[in-house]
């Protein structure tokens, strides 16, 4: 049981109520979703308007809803549905979830940046169920409707709550973060997603320092200590810098990867490993081992926890290809930044004598678009051994790699050329990366030429 409507009552004192000690089991918004006693939220979004779908979602488990108070009430809602009228559902929604919040009084994890964050959430909640019971952001649930979900569904009993947030605009952290109140809130990067919207790298980082607002003063922030546009905040108190440059509180060195894992030290003293591969991981990997250490867990078990990680699908996972070749399936989503961690880790392997890069296009980079494609294509070079790239914007990667640097060079114009020059590749020596932003859709390009077991 999460609540009861007499509970919900309090919140909201507009209301007709048939069952005062109702329990409420599950929150949800999609009336196609089977659940047991759930309270229907039915937002209203620019093309669709949930109230329409209220029936459905009584058949389907409803037994409470939120409604709209200026909206009729249809006939057919059964007379033994409890109802709750608001100025507005996704606002009540909101103040439902800081009101459990509150309730719960669980830690809070907040975590932000403009790449890494959904794997620094996966580590953070790795390390930190090894000793707490914990509650964290499933899949992409991380904006103003998915975080208030994510918080709806967290367990009576949980002891750590550990919240993705995501933004393409100013404002929305904030309300994230005062939604949520951190008391551990973690900015990995400051990259060029969204800066179509935010204006330049300077107006991210103010976006991404919203999650400072709803943090209290004795709340801890983790950054990114070797970002350039974050170095004013190092001698600040209840701030802690990591990365590789000396001068952070907390520095990484002797960086060592290989196929499936990597392995560094902190501050010249303690080993870890973590299955990921590159050095960028060591860096979320660090994040969530700085978590664990505030939240007293014992090195040893963050040490352990860290090598039994689960990731999020689609982010550098390795599939065995046709022919004996490894595919890295990278294409859940893109930035310069990430495209570039991702290439440098593919030129580090030294497992393979054939290392290809299937690059696609990067979104929402605005004006930015062509410059950002050609710095990305700066950085293939040797031991690359070919680079294939698709999209408007993804030819501006190929026309920046020159000749001269021995790597073969193809810009693909549709999808079906793009795989005639994987195909040439496809071999036991051979590894290949598909990266590119989500709408590039390149999941349907790996189904192409991964070897699929036959039943």
């Known amino acids: 049981?999460?609540?009861?409507?007499?509970?919900?009552?309090?919140?909201?004192?507009?209301?007709k109520i048939i069952k005062e000690n109702n329990e409420i089991k599950k929150v949800f918004i999609d009336s196609r979703e089977e659940v047991e006693q759930g309270l229907f939220v039915p937002i209203v979004g620019e093309r669709f308007d949930g109230h329409d779908f209220a029936i459905q979602a009584i058949k389907n488990g409803a037994v409470s809803l939120l409604w709209d108070k200026e909206k009729e009430v249809p006939e057919e809602i059964p007379n033994d549905i409890s109802i709750f009228f608001v100025e507005d559902t996704t606002l009540a929604l909101q103040e439902l979830a800081k009101?459990?919040?509150?309730?719960?009084?669980?830690?809070?994890?907040?975590?932000?940046?403009?790449?890494?964050k959904t794997t620094t959430k996966d580590l953070v909640a790795t390390v930190v169920s090894s000793t707490y019971r914990t509650h964290f952001t499933d899949g992409n649930f991380n904006n103003h409707i998915g975080l208030p979900l994510?918080?709806?569904?967290?367990?009576?009993?949980?002891?750590?709550?550990?919240?993705?947030?995501?933004?393409s605009a100013f404002g929305e952290i904030e309300l994230l973060s005062k939604l949520a109140n951190p008391n551990i809130s973690i900015i990995?990067?400051?990259?060029?997603?969204?800066?179509?919207?935010?204006?330049?790298?300077?107006?991210?980082?103010?976006?991404?320092?919203?999650?400072?607002?709803?943090?209290?003063?004795?709340?801890?922030?983790?950054?990114?200590?070797?970002?350039?546009?974050l170095f004013d905040l190092k001698d600040e108190e209840n701030v802690i810098s990591c990365g590789f440059l000396s001068n952070n509180d907390v520095n990484i060195k002797e960086v060592k990867t290989d196929l499936e894992k990597t392995s560094f030290q902190l501050n010249g003293k303690e080993q870890y490993t973590v299955s990921l591969i590159g050095d960028h991981h060591a860096k979320n990997a660090s994040f969530a081992i700085l978590v664990g250490r505030l939240l007293q867990i014992d090195e040893a078990v963050i040490v352990k926890s860290l090598q039994n990680l689960k990731l999020s699908g689609?982010?550098?996972?390795?599939?065995?290809?046709?022919?004996?070749?490894?595919?890295?399936?990278?294409?859940?989503?893109?930035?310069?930044?990430s495209m570039i961690g991702a290439i440098d880790t593919i030129r580090s392997l030294t497992s393979f004598k054939n290392k290809i890069l299937v690059l696609g296009d990067i979104f929402e980079l605005g004006s930015f678009g062509e410059q950002f494609h050609r710095e990305i294509g700066d950085h293939v070079k040797r031991p690359i051994t070919a680079l294939i790239t698709y999209g408007d914007l993804a030819r501006y990667i190929?026309?920046?790699?020159?000749?001269?640097?021995?790597?073969?060079?193809?810009?693909?114009?549709?999808?079906?050329?793009l795989l005639v020059h994987v195909e040439e590749y496809l071999n036991e020596d051979t590894i290949i990366l598909f990266k590119a932003s989500r709408g590039m859709e390149f999941e349907q390009l790996i189904e192409q030429v991964i070897d699929i077991p036959k039943l």
């Open 188 to 229: 990995t990067n400051i990259g060029e997603s969204h800066i179509e919207f935010l204006g330049s790298k300077e107006g991210i980082k103010e976006a991404k320092l919203e999650i400072r607002s709803g943090m209290s003063g004795e709340g801890q922030l983790i950054i990114d200590g070797d970002e350039k546009l």
């Open 398 to 417: 190929s026309s920046e790699v020159s000749d001269g640097e021995g790597v073969a060079v193809f810009h693909a114009d549709s999808r079906d050329e």
């Open 99 to 116: 009101a459990y919040k509150n309730e719960i009084q669980a830690k809070v994890i907040g975590i932000t940046g403009s790449n890494g």
């Open 314 to 337: 689609m982010r550098f996972e390795f599939l065995q290809g046709k022919n004996g070749a490894t595919i890295v399936n990278d294409a859940y989503n893109a930035s310069p930044t």
């Open 1 to 15: 049981m999460l609540f009861t409507n007499k509970w919900l009552s309090v919140i909201f004192n507009n209301h």
């Open 150 to 167: 994510t918080i709806l569904d967290m367990p009576r009993d949980t002891e750590v709550l550990v919240l993705e947030m995501g933004m």
